[in-house]
């Protein structure tokens, strides 16, 4: 997800710049640029099958998932634990699952071909925002349940606090994400050159093209190139996306040591009350309530450990790429395959998330169910009823 180097794919897009007193010769040009560029093509997608494959079937969990959980937890949950933090969680994951997550497949389609600047740089923007702005939101759940369980006399967080800092986690995350939108863009990388009777392709094939110039002689130079979304051309030599990445990299791991404290605290302070309360007799409504808690924080933890668990791939491949940014130029196909793969498992939290905090809730089942029943016609009644079916149409043939 993070900044990808010129190194990383030595064949991109690409168009052709050949010595101007070429006789086409735009056949034969035109030829030798979907020659190559198609080559290139099919031979990065092979790299790419896996992941693409794999966030085929993140987007197939993930956008029904998502959707359930906003439409439960909008119209029916109005009162849950920590709804407006849910509701946030659930559009940024349904923006990643139906945007980004589509905008990745088609780029892995086209690679080579993918030649749309500010296209390339709102999807890189909302991809890094959502992102964000997820951190943020698990951030302000984990301080939430900490002041709830290890604060009990702190004032606890009205709806309307809630709402407040989700608002303010958005903004945030919309200005902490606008450096991508200069960083990324159109990148052009050499996929082929070549001269007289050597020919050399950056990504190993060799097209033999007998091209000539009009007054006889051998063409001295042809190159051509492939387009993606990668960095920017004009960030190629600056230090600029560089410090952006080691910036987001230190707070990422600033924030999975905060969570795993905040949370480490929380479930330490649950278990000490856990064990006070096998050796005293409560009353039942305090009981309840306290089982509430635990429950809905379990679910928490549950829900970040997810979120670091996935995003570790992720973080581990952009370090790597930072320190050494012609390690994946080094990799067997193989290993680049596996190295594409880490790189995209951040998008498994997306996909996910909506069955941890949706799915894995009672109320949210039970309120899920209610819900389709009254949208969708029951089958049993009509069959138990077909009288009052039959009524019901003649009663309103009768107005018309």
């Known amino acids: 997800m993070m900044n ?28 030798l640029r979907h020659d190559v560029i198609s080559a290139a093509n099919d031979r990065q997608f092979l790299t790419f099958l896996p992941t693409f494959v794999l966030i085929c079937i993140l987007m197939s969990f993930g956008i029904p998932g998502n959707l359930c959980a906003l439409v439960v937890y909008v119209t029916r949950m109005k009162k849950a634990i920590a709804r407006q933090f849910f509701i946030t969680l659930a559009t940024c994951d349904l923006l990643t699952c139906l945007v980004v997550m589509s905008t990745e497949l088609d780029i892995m389609k086209r690679f080579f071909l993918w030649d749309m600047q500010y296209v390339c740089k709102c999807f890189r923007w909302l991809a890094y925002m959502t992102n964000n702005l997820s951190n943020f939101t698990l951030l302000a759940i984990a301080i939430e349940r900490y002041i709830l369980v290890c604060k009990p006399w702190k004032q606890k967080w009205t709806s309307s606090i809630k709402s407040k800092i989700c608002y303010m986690n958005a903004s945030i995350a919309i200005i902490t994400s606008l450096p991508m939108f200069f960083i990324y863009g159109s990148q052009n990388i050499l996929l082929h050159k070549s001269s007289r009777n050597k020919q050399e392709s950056t990504d190993g094939y060799s097209i033999t093209e007998n091209l000539t110039t009009s007054n006889g002689s051998d063409v001295t130079d042809i190159k051509i190139y492939g387009t993606s979304c990668l960095m920017d051309e004009n960030m190629m030599d600056s230090k600029f996306p560089n410090t ?94 596996i190295f594409q793969l880490m790189l995209k498992s951040y998008l498994l939290c997306s996909a996910f998330n909506p069955y941890v905090y949706g799915f894995c809730n009672k109320e949210f089942i039970s309120e899920l169910s209610k819900f389709y029943k009254n949208v969708l016609p029951s089958n049993e009644s009509i069959e138990r009823n077909p009288q009052s079916s039959r009524t019901r149409i003649m009663e309103t043939e009768d107005f018309m």
Not at 7 to 30: F, K
């Open 244 to 337: 952006i990445v080691v910036i987001y990299i230190v707070g990422i791991v600033i924030t999975f040591f905060v969570l795993i404290v905040l949370y480490g605290n929380v479930l330490k302070t649950l278990l000490e009350r856990r064990k006070q309360s096998l050796c005293q007799q409560k009353e039942k409504h305090k009981k309840d309530s306290t089982n509430r808690i635990r429950k809905v924080t379990f679910m928490m933890v549950v829900l970040t450990a997810l979120y670091e668990i996935c995003y570790l791939p992720c973080l581990v491949t952009v370090c790597i790429r930072l320190m050494r940014p012609d390690f994946y130029g080094t990799l067997s196909n193989l290993g680049k395959i």
């Open 4 to 31: 990808e180097s010129k190194a990383q794919h030595l064949n991109i897009e690409t168009l052709a710049t050949y010595v101007p007193d070429v006789e086409d010769t735009t056949g034969h040009m035109t030829e």
